[in-house]
C-alpha cells in the first residue's frame, strides 16, 4: 500500500509500505472527474496542474493534517494502474483498506454550502446532501460501510457531520439499516440483506453493480468486463455457493449461448482424471477462430458445478508475463506464502503454486499455448519460462491447453489431442440462431443457411456476423447481400483464392470479410472506432491501453470502445483501462490497410502516439514502460529502419533504454545498434547524440561480458 505524504522539503511524495507495519492514515472517498491526479503526476510534480484533483488532494492532506495524520490515500494516484498485478490486488484490498482507515473523508463535489462561517446550518446543505449523486454510486456502498469514522464535507471544505451524527439521515437516503451504519458487524445480515443495499445505486460498467458488492459480501473473484450484470451476478452467486467447496479461479463467466461442440465435450470429460499414474495431460487443437477456448470454458464450468471438491483455475498461457500474472492470482487465492509480495520471485512463486494445488483433485485450464516454452510478452527473446516447471504431478490433477499447432498439442498431450475445425452446418445455424436476440423466420431459415456456408461456418465468423446484425438492424438477407460487396476484397486479403479459403494459411476469408462489413457500418456511426481499429491493427494486439488511443473526451473515447464491442472486434477490459483484439481480426486489419496502401501511414502515426505516452528511464516509470514495450517493439518491428525518421530513431531509444532497465541486453544492444547507425549517417560520428548511443551500446556489451566489443567503443566515446 502506497500512501501521501509531505517530506522534511514540504514536498509531496509517496511511501511505500508493502511488506511493511502501516502506520495510521486517512483515506478519501469521491467521485471522479476527468481532471484526476494520476501515480505519475506524483512522481513528475506536475501533480497541481490538474485543477479539479488538486483541489481534492489540498483538502485531504489539510484535513489530515487537521487530525494529525502524517499519511493520507487517494485512490487515483496511490495505484500504480499501469502495473496490473498491483491492480488486481488492489480492487480486492479496497473494501480492508477503507476498513482499516483512521478517517475517511467524503467529499461531495455536488454539495455546495453558501455562508462562509462554521458551523453551518443543516438548512445551508441538506437538500443538495440529500440529492448528491454520492449516494447513488455502486462503489461508493463500500466507502461508506467499510470504515470506523466517516465524515462529510462540502465542496468548498465546510464540514457537515459524519456517519454517526448524521445515520437517521443517511439511512433515509439510503435505506441502509442503522445498525450498520453504526458499525455493526457485516455477518450479522445475510448475504441477500447486503445485496439489496445496491439496488438503486449505478456504476459506469454495468458489471460493477456486482462486483462493488465483492468486499462487503466477503467473496474474492476475478473482474470479466463484457461478461454483462447477469452473467458477473451468476458468477458471483457461484462463488457465495462455492464459499465452502473447493478454491477456482474462473475468469469468464459461462456462455449460456454455447453450442455446437456437444461431442468434444463428451470427449473431454470422459477422458478427465483418467490417468491413474500422474496427471492427465488434454489438448483441444484447431485454428484460430474455431471456439478452443470456448469449449475449454464450458468444460471448466461444468467441472466445477459436477465435481463439488475439484478446483479448477484458468491460466492465461499466450506468453510468460501473462502466465505468471495468471499463478499470482491462484497465489492469492490458496494464501500462497509471498503472494503479497512484489519482491517475490515469481518462479518461487508458481512452484509453490503447483505443490499447493497437486495435493487435492484440480482442473488446470492453460488457455492459448502456442509453444511449450513461453517468451516474455510481446518481442522479448531472452526470458522464457518452461512450461513443464508449471504443470503438477499428481494423479489428482487434469491439465487441458488450448493451441493452434499440431506440434505443441503433441507434444504436451500426445494421445489425448481433440481437434476442431469449422462447425456443421445444423450447429452453426443454432449459433446463430442463439446470438440474434430475434427467432429466425421460416423464411430466413434458407437464406440464413446460405450465409452460413459462405462464412465457412467458422465459429468467429458467425459470431461476428451476428453481432453486426444485432447492432445493424439488419436482416440475414440484407447482411448477406451486403456480404457479397466484401468477398473479393476479402480473398485478396487473404493471399488465396475462394477455392483454398479453408486452409489455414494467413487470414481466413470468412473473418475478414465479416470485418470489413463490419468496419464499413461502424465508420458510418462512429469514424474515431474506426481509427482506434486501424490503430490497434499497428500495435501488439494485446492489452492495448486506453491511453494509447487520441480523444477530444473520455466520454468520447467510450462511446468509440463500446461501439467496437457491440461489433465484437474487440474484448474490453475496463478494470486494466484496456482492450484485446482477436488474433484473426488482427490479422485482417493489417492486411486491409496493406491492400490499400495505408499500413506505413498508420504504422507512422501509432509510433508518434507510442512516443508521445512511453516514459522516461525513471524507475518510478517502470510498471509503465514495461505495459508499453510489447507494442513500441512491434510497431518498430513493422517500420523500415533504413530511411532516417526522428521520431522512430527516439521511440527505438527509449525502448532499448528500458530493455537494459530490465536486464534485456541482447533486444536493448538491437535496438541501441540501430540508433547508433541511424545517428553516424544522419548526424556525422562526433554528434553528442552519436557518442551517447555508442556509450549505451558499450555498456550493453559489458552486461553482455563482451568486453573487447566495450572498450573499443569505449575508446572511441
Not at 441538506?126 to 462529510?152: C, D, H, K, N, Y
Not at 443457411?449 to 446484425?469: F, G, I, K, T, Y
Not at 540508433?675 to 551517447?692: A, F, N
Request: overall charge negative; some cysteine; glycine content about 4%.
Amino acid at each position: 500500500m502506497r500512501l501521501l505524504h509531505f517530506d522534511a522539503l514540504g514536498r509531496l511524495a509517496l511511501a511505500d509500505f508493502r511488506g511493511k507495519t502501516i502506520p495510521p492514515y486517512a483515506i478519501l472517498s469521491h467521485r471522479w472527474s476527468d481532471s484526476e491526479i494520476l501515480i505519475e503526476d506524483i512522481s513528475n510534480g506536475t501533480y497541481n496542474e490538474k485543477e479539479e484533483g488538486y483541489r481534492k488532494l489540498q483538502f485531504c492532506a489539510e484535513r489530515a493534517a487537521q487530525d494529525e495524520l502524517q499519511y493520507f490515500w487517494i485512490d487515483t494516484c496511490c495505484i500504480d494502474k499501469w502495473n496490473l498485478s498491483e491492480l488486481s490486488k488492489a480492487i480486492n484490498s479496497m473494501f480492508q483498506w477503507y476498513k482499516n482507515a483512521a478517517r475517511c473523508y467524503v467529499f461531495l463535489s455536488d454539495v455546495l454550502v453558501s455562508t462562509a462561517t462554521e458551523p453551518v446550518q443543516r438548512s445551508d446543505w441538506e437538500t443538495s446532501f440529500r440529492a448528491s449523486a454520492w449516494f447513488t454510486r455502486g462503489w461508493t456502498l463500500q466507502e461508506l460501510i467499510a470504515p470506523e469514522s466517516v465524515e462529510f464535507f462540502s465542496r468548498e471544505g465546510h464540514p457537515i457531520g459524519d456517519k454517526e451524527s448524521l445515520d437517521q439521515l443517511i439511512h433515509d437516503i439510503t435505506g441502509i439499516p442503522l445498525a450498520a451504519l453504526r458499525n455493526c458487524p457485516l455477518n450479522e445480515f445475510t448475504r441477500l440483506e447486503r445485496r439489496r443495499w445496491a439496488e438503486n445505486r449505478r456504476t459506469t460498467e454495468e458489471e460493477d453493480i456486482v462486483y462493488c458488492l465483492l468486499g462487503i459480501l466477503g467473496v474474492s473473484m476475478p473482474t470479466a468486463y463484457g461478461e454483462g450484470q447477469e452473467s458477473a451476478g451468476s458468477r458471483l452467486q457461484a462463488e457465495l455457493e462455492a464459499a465452502s467447496n473447493a478454491p477456482s479461479i474462473i475468469p469468464f463467466s459461462r456462455n449460456p449461448r454455447f453450442v455446437g461442440r456437444e461431442s468434444q465435450l463428451a470427449e473431454l470429460e470422459a477422458k478427465l482424471f483418467s490417468n491413474k499414474q500422474t496427471t492427465t495431460m488434454l489438448a483441444i487443437v484447431g485454428p484460430g477462430g474455431t471456439g478452443k477456448s470456448q469449449l475449454a470454458l464450458e468444460i471448466a464450468h461444468r467441472t466445477r458445478q459436477n465435481i463439488k471438491g475439484c478446483s479448477v483455475f484458468w491460466i492465461d498461457a499466450s506468453d510468460k508475463d501473462s502466465l505468471y500474472q495468471s499463478y499470482a492470482s491462484v497465489a492469492q487465492k490458496l494464501g500462497v506464502l509471498g503472494w503479497d509480495s512484489d519482491q517475490a520471485d515469481m518462479k518461487q512463486l508458481v512452484k509453490r503454486c503447483v505443490v499447493e494445488i497437486s495435493a487435492w483433485q484440480c482442473l488446470l485450464i492453460f488457455d492459448n499455448t502456442e509453444h511449450t516454452t513461453l517468451r516474455s510478452g510481446g518481442w522479448s527473446t531472452t526470458e522464457v519460462a518452461d512450461l513443464a516447471d508449471c504443470l503438477p504431478q499428481s494423479k489428482l490433477c487434469s491439465v487441458i491447453f488450448t493451441t493452434t499447432y499440431s506440434d505443441t498439442a503433441q507434444a504436451l498431450a500426445s494421445q489425448n489431442v481433440i481437434a476442431l475445425r469449422e462447425l456443421t452446418p445444423d450447429a452453426a445455424l443454432r449459433m446463430l440462431q442463439v446470438r440474434l436476440t430475434r427467432p429466425l423466420a421460416n423464411t430466413e431459415q434458407q437464406e440464413a443457411e446460405r450465409l452460413l456456408r459462405e462464412l465457412s461456418c467458422l465459429p468467429l465468423a458467425v459470431m461476428q456476423a451476428a453481432a453486426c446484425m444485432e447492432a445493424s438492424g439488419m436482416t440475414v438477407q440484407e447482411y448477406r447481400s451486403r456480404l457479397d460487396d466484401y468477398k473479393e476484397l476479402a480473398i485478396e486479403h487473404s493471399g488465396g483464392s475462394s477455392e483454398d479459403r479453408l486452409q489455414d494459411s494467413g487470414v481466413k476469408y470468412p473473418v475478414a470479410a465479416a470485418l470489413f462489413l463490419s468496419i464499413n457500418q461502424i465508420s458510418r456511426d462512429n469514424a474515431l472506432a474506426t481509427d482506434y481499429l486501424f490503430l490497434a491493427a499497428c500495435l501488439d494486439r494485446k492489452d492495448i491501453s486506453l491511453g494509447l488511443l487520441e480523444v477530444a473526451s473520455t466520454q468520447v473515447r467510450e462511446d468509440a470502445i463500446r461501439i467496437l464491442d457491440k461489433y465484437a472486434l474487440v474484448t474490453r477490459r475496463p478494470a486494466e483501462s484496456a482492450l484485446d483484439v482477436h488474433r484473426l481480426v488482427h490479422q485482417a486489419l493489417r492486411k486491409r490497410l496493406q491492400v490499400q496502401g495505408q499500413l506505413q501511414e498508420w504504422t507512422q502515426r501509432t509510433i508518434t502516439q507510442l512516443l508521445q505516452v512511453f516514459p522516461d528511464s525513471d524507475h518510478s516509470n517502470r510498471s509503465k514502460w514495461r505495459r508499453l514495450l510489447p507494442h513500441a517493439q512491434y510497431a518498430l518491428s513493422q517500420s523500415p529502419a533504413d530511411d532516417y525518421d526522428e521520431e522512430r530513431t527516439c521511440l527505438a531509444s527509449k525502448c532499448a533504454t528500458a530493455l537494459f532497465s530490465e536486464g534485456q541486453y541482447e533486444e536493448a544492444e538491437d535496438l541501441f545498434v540501430e540508433v547508433m547507425q541511424t545517428s553516424k549517417r544522419v548526424l556525422t560520428d562526433e554528434h553528442p547524440s552519436t557518442l551517447g548511443s555508442m556509450a549505451n551500446l558499450a555498456s550493453t556489451y559489458m552486461h553482455e561480458g563482451r568486453w573487447k566489443e566495450a572498450e573499443e567503443l569505449q575508446v572511441q566515446v
